[in-house]
């Protein structure tokens, strides 16, 4: 009988034990997942106000389908970040970053209807809308170094190296677009506070090669030799971005690094 009972302690410790590591393992999941949505919210936003660029000068439905599908991927984003129970950041700081995302959808929504309406785009309009882009992504940036606090995780180096660099492709790749875009690039350079390309570009050189920098699996250094390969193709357009480039090649190789740091981070978070 003694034994029976020093047995069913055991067992319940053990039951114990397990639970508690589940639910850290859980937290930890939940905390890496607000995290990532964070992370989405803020390359999808950027993604939607290139395409709206190309938008403007075209008026093809085609792009303005890419303006779509950046809103309603940052929306379902957020909509998670919103829904989320891991307590990582507080409601107020949630409701605010949807405030600035209502605000910055709004604009959108405006500039799209002036260039079907009219043809052409409100130049003011588009200032305060690129202008928006970059205030709500900046509070995104904030809240995304409180909830790594906040949520006590451990994050991979490389995948936060790697989360950066596509944030600031995708905001370069914005900026790109506002200087080959024939309809706004003479009057029109995109936020004014904005850091310009050819120093955005350094910076992405370095965040690359953090993320580059590392062992790897074979399919990890595939992916990471071809965003390499792919950013050295383009790197001097963004350098030299007066010079004359063609603007569909640097976004088709712009957007297959963001697709590739997307499978880096996978990867890495996979091997970790």
């Not at 120093?199 to 992405?204: F, G, H, K, N, S």
């Not at 399919?219 to 193709?233: G, H, M, R, T, Y």
């Amino acid at each position: 009988m003694k034994d029976a009972n020093l047995r069913i302690r055991s067992l319940v410790a053990a039951l114990i034990l397990l639970a508690l590591t589940s639910m850290g393992a859980r937290a930890q999941d939940s905390a890496d997942g607000f995290l990532s949505d964070l992370h989405n919210f803020r390359v999808s936003n950027y993604m939607a106000l290139d395409a709206y660029y190309r938008f403007s000068g075209t008026g093809d439905t085609g792009t303005l389908n890419e303006i779509v599908q950046g809103i309603n991927s940052a929306n379902d984003s957020m909509n998670s970040i919103a829904g989320s129970d891991s307590g990582v950041l507080s409601a107020e700081e949630v409701e605010g970053l949807n405030q600035e995302f209502d605000k910055f959808k709004n604009l959108m929504r405006d500039n799209i209807n002036d260039v079907r309406n009219q043809g052409y785009p409100d130049l003011r309009l588009v200032s305060d809308m690129a202008n928006q882009a970059l205030t709500m992504n900046e509070k995104a940036t904030e809240l995304y170094k409180v909830a790594q606090e906040s949520s006590q995780t451990e994050t991979n180096p490389r995948v936060e190296a790697a989360r950066s660099a596509a944030v600031k492709m995708a905001q370069m790749m914005a900026k790109y677009s506002v200087r080959t875009n024939s309809s706004v690039a003479q009057t029109f350079q995109g936020s004014s506070t904005e850091t310009p390309l050819d120093e955005q570009a350094r910076e992405l050189d370095q965040l690359l090669a953090s993320v580059i920098q590392g062992e790897g699996t074979p399919e990890l250094k595939d992916a990471l030799n071809d965003i390499s390969a792919k950013w050295q193709f383009i790197r001097g357009s963004y350098i030299n971005y007066n010079e004359n480039n063609v603007g569909f090649v640097i976004d088709r190789y712009s957007k297959g690094i963001l697709k590739g740091l997307a499978t880096t981070i996978e990867l890495l978070k996979g091997n970790a």
